[in-house]
C-alpha cells in the first residue's frame, strides 16, 4: 500500500469540497486504516463498514438477497450495490466499494483466488471493474486496497 498515493487522493478530496464513504468486504477496514493515517482526514473521510458477512450487505447496505443469490457476494452487481448502499448510508459525495476472495481458499473456476471486484462512484456517476490478484492471502487485500484508492483518484479527478 502507498502512503503517497493516500495522501494524493487526500488533496483531490480536500479540493472537491466533498466527502467520502467506503464499504468493504475483502479488505476488512484496510481502506479506511490506509485513508485515515492521512493528517486532516476527518474532513473528508465519513467512515467505512466493514461487509464481511452477507448479512451486512444486505441489512446495512440494501444490497437485495435476491443479487447475492444470484450473482454471488463476489460480483459486480454486489460491488455497485454496496458502493451506492455505502454513498446512501453515509451521505457522501463519493463512495468506494470492494469485494473478493482474498484465499487461500473460497475460490471457483469462475471465481478464483484473487478475483475481486471494486467500485467507484458519486450520485451520478458507477463504474465497477474486476480484477484477478495474485499472490497470499495479504498480498491480495493490499493490492485492493491500494488499486481502491488509485481507482478513486482517477474517478474523482475526471
Not at 455497485?80 to 453515509?90: D, P
Amino acid at each position: 500500500m502507498s502512503a503517497r498515493e493516500a495522501k494524493i487522493l487526500a488533496k483531490i478530496m480536500a479540493a472537491s469540497g466533498e466527502t467520502l464513504a467506503l464499504a468493504e468486504s475483502c479488505t476488512g477496514g484496510l481502506i479506511g486504516a490506509m485513508l485515515t493515517e492521512v493528517p486532516g482526514s476527518s474532513k473528508w473521510f465519513q467512515g467505512s463498514i466493514v461487509a464481511y458477512g452477507n448479512g451486512v450487505k444486505t441489512n446495512i447496505l440494501d444490497v437485495k438477497a435476491s443479487v447475492i443469490r444470484k450473482s454471488g457476494a463476489v460480483s459486480e452487481q454486489t460491488a455497485a450495490l454496496m458502493a451506492k448502499g455505502a454513498l446512501k448510508k453515509l451521505k457522501a459525495g463519493y463512495a468506494a466499494a470492494v469485494t473478493g476472495i482474498a484465499g487461500p481458499s473460497g475460490g471457483t473456476k469462475d471465481k478464483p483466488v484473487g478475483t475481486v471486484y471494486i467500485a467507484v462512484c458519486d450520485r451520478k456517476r458507477l463504474r465497477v471493474q474486476r480484477f484477478n490478484f495474485k499472490g497470499s492471502r495479504t498480498a491480495i487485500r493490499k493490492k485492493t486496497a491500494s488499486k481502491a484508492v488509485w481507482l478513486l483518484k482517477k474517478f474523482i479527478a475526471g
